[in-house]
């Protein structure tokens, strides 16, 4: 099983994802008006999609899951960069932080970030924090789910594919509990050597996941899912090599 989509939205997928597409240096791949869908190259076969759907409202105030672009010793050059493609500096109550909170065209907040060397070799997306009631918990959820390993990282637990490239996912402790779906989440491919769909949708069960009953998650190929904390992730259906 693999880690294989970062899922954004935005009332306009193809505006937003030309940004990423620039943002990120991003393979794009076939889409359609109501989608956008691009590839971000982390090693010889580790990859992530980023895939932006189209939602229909503004984004909401508190983000569950974002991301966080490296920076680093180049950090101003980057944010520059980033303005240019059409990113805005936002406040979101961060206060006086090391790192530059930015915005999307569409309002999609992240971060770039300064120097850490827990972001060696990750690319363009150093990180990706997730909410959670209990990082150590949530970890043992995605970790079965994607093979990926604990490593090195800056919040409480961390994980990153196995070749220790690429981003780091990170497991942060929530500051209020989850009340709305979120407008990022992820999602989770079986592949030929683990586990079929419905293999990998038992074993999210066995470790306190839930599948999703609200109307908007049903009708799909594939499955909508909570992890413990509440936050959305899906389950795709069918193999690819």
């Not at 990153?160 to 402790?173: D, K, N, T, W």
């Not at 413990?228 to 069918?238: A, K, M, Q, V």
């Amino acid at each position: 099983m693999r880690l294989e989509n970062i899922v954004m939205q935005s009332r306009d997928p193809q505006a937003t994802g030309l940004f990423w597409s620039a943002a990120l240096g991003l393979v794009d791949t076939p889409d359609t008006p109501d989608d956008y869908e691009g590839r971000l190259w982390f090693g010889e076969d580790a990859w992530l999609d980023i895939c932006i759907e189209r939602a229909t409202e503004p984004p909401p105030a508190d983000w569950r899951l974002h991301l966080d672009l490296h920076g680093g010793g180049q950090q101003d050059e980057v944010v520059q960069r980033l303005t240019g493609l059409g990113a805005t500096r936002v406040d979101i109550g961060q206060g006086d932080v090391p790192w530059v909170v930015l915005a999307d065209p569409d309002g999609n907040a992240f971060c770039v970030m300064e120097e850490r060397t827990a972001y060696r070799d990750t690319g363009p997306i150093a990180a990706l924090p997730l909410d959670s009631a209990d990082p150590a918990r949530d970890a043992e959820l995605y970790s079965a789910l994607t093979g990926w390993v604990r490593a090195e990282g800056v919040g409480p637990v961390t994980l990153r594919h196995p070749s220790l490239r690429g981003p780091l996912l990170e497991l942060c402790p929530e500051p209020v509990p989850k009340t709305r779906q979120n407008r990022t989440h992820l999602d989770v491919r079986p592949t030929q050597d683990g586990p079929d769909h419905q293999g990998l949708v038992e074993l999210a069960l066995s470790l306190g996941a839930t599948v999703s009953t609200d109307d908007w998650a049903q009708g799909h190929p594939w499955t909508v899912m909570r992890d413990p904390s509440g936050n959305e992730f899906c389950i795709l259906s069918d193999l690819q090599d």
